[in-house]
């Protein structure tokens, strides 16, 4: 019973390097959606999907793509890494009419 | 549009005081209501949850929270605090009618006083 499973657990990048940070669910949820969280801001919505092959902008998207070819896997990708993106990550997915299940977090750092 | 708004980002309270934590929201709809805890270094657990039915909610460790329609409030409270409750507190809104997005306060973190 793995629930949301997000890999790395920690990463440190470079200023433009790219990379992609998995999330995979094994609840069937329709829902998936990322999440970054940073000081006295709470939890800002980057990329939701509500099914394979649906994506959609949250409130900070930039800088960040998204695909959703599977219900099960969600990953977000970092087209070039800057500082601002320093943050920790968290994945979640859902069904309707239930709460948000979350992975344990991405804590990236971009030097 | 959704919306949440904590109130306070600290609150501290002594050992064995009553914990409050304020949350009001805005939802264009019905909405669902969540309340999340997070421990240091690790992800969130669902405190509690309100979808419908009765407004009085109760969740783990002795918390409880009440949804209020016409104040649009859902806030959190525990009789007594106990040290293990030090932690960061997130109200979550997400709609009721088909909608999936979850969107969450800027927390409040608790503090507890021996």
């Known amino acids: 019973n793995a629930g949301v499973t997000q890999t790395p657990k920690f990463q440190v990048l470079k200023t433009g390097q790219s990379m992609t940070l998995q999330c995979a669910q094994d609840?069937?949820?329709?829902?998936m959606s990322w999440y970054r969280q940073d000081p006295g801001m709470g939890l800002r919505l980057i990329h939701y999907?509500?099914?394979?092959?649906?994506?959609d902008q949250g409130e900070v998207p930039n800088g960040y793509n998204v695909s959703r070819s599977t219900t099960e896997d969600f990953p977000l990708r970092l087209l070039s890494a800057a500082p601002s993106q320093t943050s920790v990550y968290f994945c979640?997915?859902?069904?309707?009419?239930?709460?948000?299940?979350f992975g344990q977090g991405t804590r990236l750092t971009v030097v | 549009a959704q919306s949440v708004t904590q109130l306070g980002s600290h609150v501290s309270v002594s050992e064995g005081a009553l914990v409050l934590l304020r949350c009001n929201y805005s939802?264009?709809?019905?909405?669902?209501l969540f309340w999340y805890v997070q421990y240091p270094n690790q992800g969130l657990q669902l405190l509690l949850k309100?979808?419908?039915?009765?407004?009085l909610v109760k969740g783990i460790n002795g918390f409880e929270a009440e949804f209020k329609k016409s104040e649009t409030s859902f806030h959190l409270t525990k009789p007594s605090a106990h040290m293990s409750d030090a932690a960061e507190y997130f109200c979550?809104?997400?709609?009721?009618?088909?909608?999936?997005?979850?969107?969450f306060g800027a927390g409040t973190r608790l503090f507890v006083k021996a």
């Open positions: 979640a997915s859902r069904s309707l009419g239930t709460e948000a299940f």
């Open positions: 979550a809104v997400s709609e009721s009618t088909g909608g999936f997005k979850t969107i």
């Open positions: 309100y979808t419908t039915g009765a407004t």
């Open positions: 939802s264009s709809v019905p909405p669902y």
């Open positions: 999907s509500v099914g394979a092959g649906i994506t």
């Open positions: 609840m069937n949820h329709e829902y």
